[in-house]
């Protein structure tokens, strides 16, 4: 099968701004009953008015990744997008305590993980699904002070590759989708020069970051634009493992 319907139900996590809030919009408006999983569910009070009058639905529902027991997942999950995501300062790995790995990786990875593993007997059961994981296009680059961001969507990378082979037979496919520069709130908080400039022996190199950062200025696509390549990734039954949605990180898997 080439082309995947747009129908049933889909789980977006982090769906209360940015690329979460986007692909949770355009799922509903091409026909999929989108759950939209945020902390703060006042925060997609208006996202039903958004989706208007399109083929599917949209509900919110209170899902923390730090807290197994907001994991419910709806029955009849065809499509989970495993979208949310923070991040800390931008700092040398020298200075970083190891609690401040481990607040990351729980939300970036272990919570997860842990919706990801409930949501696979679900999608069994209905013989068929698409899990599609978020990382980013900054693994493929080294970039210095990201350290902590960036190995925990490598993980993720790295546990989407395995995931893809075990559940391949039970009709599940797994892509990972891997943003460059993407209008939201957390690439706009990007624009700043790294904490690292205060760093002994650091600041010339967080002044260098904070240049080729700025760099990037004409190379951002809106939300929705990200969200309709997405869209078009899990509705391909043919799609490969990961991608690129922007000129950025196509070239960066190009290259």
Known sequence: MSTVDAEGVALVTGASRGIGRAVAIDLARTGFDVVAGMRNP??????????????GSIVVTR??????????I???????VNNAA??????PVEEVEVDEWRAVFETNLFGLVELTRR????????GDGVICNVTSSSILVAIP????????KAAVSAMSETLRCEVADFGIRVVEVMPGPVDTDMLA???????????DGYREMAQATHTARRAIAGMVIPASVAAERIRSIILDGHAGL???IDDISISLLDA
């Open 63 to 72: 899902l923390d990744m730090d807290d197994p027991a907001t994991m419910d």
């Open 119 to 126: 949501a696979i007997p679900e999608m069994r059961r209905g």
């Open 74 to 80: 709806p029955q009849g999950l065809r499509v989970l």
């Open 86 to 91: 923070t991040e800390r300062q931008y700092l």
């Open 145 to 152: 002070f990201y350290s902590i961001y960036r190995a925990s």
């Open 42 to 55: 006042d925060d997609g009070a208006d996202l039903a008015d958004l989706v208007g009058d399109g083929s």
């Open 242 to 244: 990961k991608h690129g």
């Open 189 to 199: 908080r990007s624009d700043r020069i790294p904490e690292a400039v205060d760093s």
